[in-house]
T-cell receptor, first 116, second 107 residues
Framework: GAVVSQHPSRVICKSGTSVKIECRSL??????MFWYRQFPKQSLMLMAT?????????EQGVEKDKFLINHASLTLSTLTVTSAHPEDSSFYIC????????????FGPGTRLTVL | KNEVEQSPQNLTAQEGEFITINCSYS?????LHWLQQHPGGGIVSLFM???GKKKHGRLIATINIQEKHSSLHITASHPRDSAVYIC?????????FGTGTSLTVIP
């Protein structure tokens, strides 16, 4: 149990377009979902934490108008990268927990975004 | 200086060896995660620790809150243990991640 999926797994887009990434908890209700990005050969960087039905809490330095996060239900959160630029190219990973931020997190497989 | 330091950065071991990965942190925390990231990016949360020791199969994690140090041990290592192991801590609303230890276990 406790499976998290992400879609798409890979996406290539042109500069200036918007890209939506979905994160789903398949067999549990996720009270809290997290979005991370990872640059090549670097560790994870938390972008934001979202609780179902409320606005996401963004980490310092993360532009909330650029990275729109919606957690509309207990099983789905979306990250939309708006007006994507090549520097947004990265590996985006979501995780979900049944409880709060210090409950066990279950990670999705990640989405590789390449902006041309 | 990173708030979370891991050592070693890279580790190559022969199958069957006992492996230790260390994590030191400089901020006060309430708990610490050990994560495993496989080639291709998939991440699994191995342990969440607030004190003492936890064991799961061949994996053991310990934490010393006073010394701000945690270790991840792998007994009887196997090639399928090859992955990047990441230490992560949370303080208040801030997450801090180590840069990871890349482990390769050779048959």
């Amino acid at each position: 149990g406790a499976v998290v999926s992400q879609h798409p797994s890979r996406v290539i887009c042109k500069s200036g377009t918007s890209v939506k990434i979905e994160c789903r908890s398949l067999d549990f209700q996720a009270t809290t979902m997290f979005w991370y990005r990872q640059f090549p050969k670097q560790s994870l960087m938390l972008m934001a934490t979202s609780n179902e039905g409320s606005k996401a809490t963004y980490e310092q330095g993360v532009e909330k108008d650029k990275f729109l996060i919606n957690h509309a239900s207990l099983t789905l959160s979306t990250l939309t990268v708006t007006s994507a630029h090549p520097e947004d190219s990265s590996f985006y990973i979501c995780s979900a927990s049944k409880g709060g931020a210090w409950d066990t997190q279950y990670f999705g497989p990640g989405t590789r975004l390449t902006v041309l | 200086k990173n708030e979370v330091e891991q050592s070693p950065q890279n580790l190559t071991a022969q199958e069957g060896e006992f492996i230790t990965i260390n994590c030191s942190y400089s901020v006060g925390i309430s708990a610490l995660h050990w994560l495993q990231q496989h080639p291709g990016g998939g991440i699994v949360s191995l342990f969440m620790l607030s004190s003492g020791k936890k064991k799961h199969g061949r994996l053991i994690a310990t934490i010393n809150i006073q010394e701000k140090h945690s270790s991840l041990h792998i007994t009887a290592s196997h090639p399928r243990d090859s992955a990047v192991y990441i230490c992560a801590v949370k303080r208040g609303n801030q997450f801090y991640f180590g840069t990871g230890t890349s482990l390769t276990v050779i048959p």
